[in-house]
């Protein structure tokens, strides 16, 4: 059998390598009965509308990304600005995996679909074209492609933050119609951004994990029974190769950044506390707007929060202890 994967990211991106890891280990547990065809740089998927053509059928297994989807993912686009205070990309994907299993929205919103991989990331930074950011001041004016969870933030310090694919940063950045973007340190090498940003400010805006992998239900309704356990058994082993490419690639951004001329500009210790001040009062605003969509997004903020704080500075991620029905 052959199912075929799309993603809008060429096959030497960090993405694309953990794909390729999950494609050869799939292939090889199933005995040859699985094969995958891979097509990338966004031949089958767009980034916006990549959960639909899923669904669709467009290709059988794809990237998602949920956090552009336009409309029907509120609460999935929302929670990953709840993390506030997580440790790593670990943690973030175990405590996606809590707040799934508590929330009952979190499925509505996938509907049509089975999830092959969560995926957190590493914590981003602001990239700049021409001007450092070394104080919260030096938000004000900039134009800023930034995460839906960041915008409201970005607001209050005065700069203009966009929402728009990865994929359509370089340009936007070389043509000069935004000054920056909120993102890792890992994009430097990976998306080319050293060619056109000339610095880096580790400033840490929190984040969380999201759906990023699925597979069709069509397609899933394909496969025969112990096809279908193998691909769910799976999960761990994209997620894991997720994980590896992503800290891979942060330190080998950072380190082509500085041999490319990049500059890296420490951020103040007090701003930071400030800036983590203010994503934690707009994280209960967000979660509170949820609720004229009749979705209780205070609930799993509060779920988020519970499950970090229990975790503390060195305690692994654990779900609520009670086991009664979902919300």
Not at 172 to 195: C, M, N, Q, R, Y
Request: hydrophobic letters at 40%; charged letters at 20%; proline letters at 6%.
């Amino acid at each position: 059998m052959t199912l075929t994967y799309a993603s809008p990211y060429p096959p030497t991106h960090p993405f694309s390598r953990a794909d390729i890891s999950w494609m050869k280990a799939v292939e090889a547990q199933s005995h040859g009965r699985i094969r995958i065809k891979p097509f990338w740089g966004g031949a089958l998927l767009s980034s916006d509308q990549s959960m639909v053509e899923i669904r669709h059928g467009v290709a059988d297994i794809g990237l998602i990304t949920p956090i552009y989807t336009r409309g029907g993912v509120h609460l999935l686009r929302a929670q990953s600005g709840f993390y506030g205070g997580v440790r790593t990309i670990g943690d973030q994907v175990a405590i996606y995996d809590c707040l799934a299993q508590r929330f009952p929205q979190f499925d509505r919103e996938l509907a049509g679909l089975h999830v092959l991989a969560v995926q957190g990331g590493n914590f981003p930074g602001v990239l700049t074209r021409t001007r450092a950011v070394r104080s919260l001041v030096d938000f004000k004016g900039l134009r800023l492609r930034a995460q839906t969870d960041a915008n409201d933030v970005l607001r209050q310090l005065g700069a203009n933050p966009v929402n728009m694919p990865m994929g359509e940063v370089y340009s936007a950045l070389a043509k000069g119609i935004i000054d920056g973007v909120v993102a890792p340190a890992d994009t430097i090498k990976s998306l080319h951004f050293s060619e056109v940003a000339k610095h880096f400010t580790p400033i840490r805006f929190s984040r969380g994990a999201y759906p990023a992998r699925a597979m069709s239900d069509r397609a899933w309704r394909r496969l025969p029974p112990d096809l279908q356990r193998l691909m769910a058994a799976s999960r761990r082993v994209w997620e894991a190769a997720l994980n590896t490419e992503l800290l891979k690639a942060e330190d080998a951004g950072t380190e082509f950044g500085r041999q490319n001329g990049m500059a890296f500009t420490p951020f103040p210790a007090a701003d930071q506390a400030h800036f983590d001040a203010l994503y934690t009062a707009d994280a209960k605003t967000q979660a509170g707007r949820l609720a004229s969509l009749g979705i209780d997004g205070t609930s799993v903020l509060a779920e988020a929060q519970r499950i970090i704080a229990a975790a503390g500075t060195s305690d692994p991620i654990r779900c609520a202890a009670s086991k009664g029905p979902k919300p």
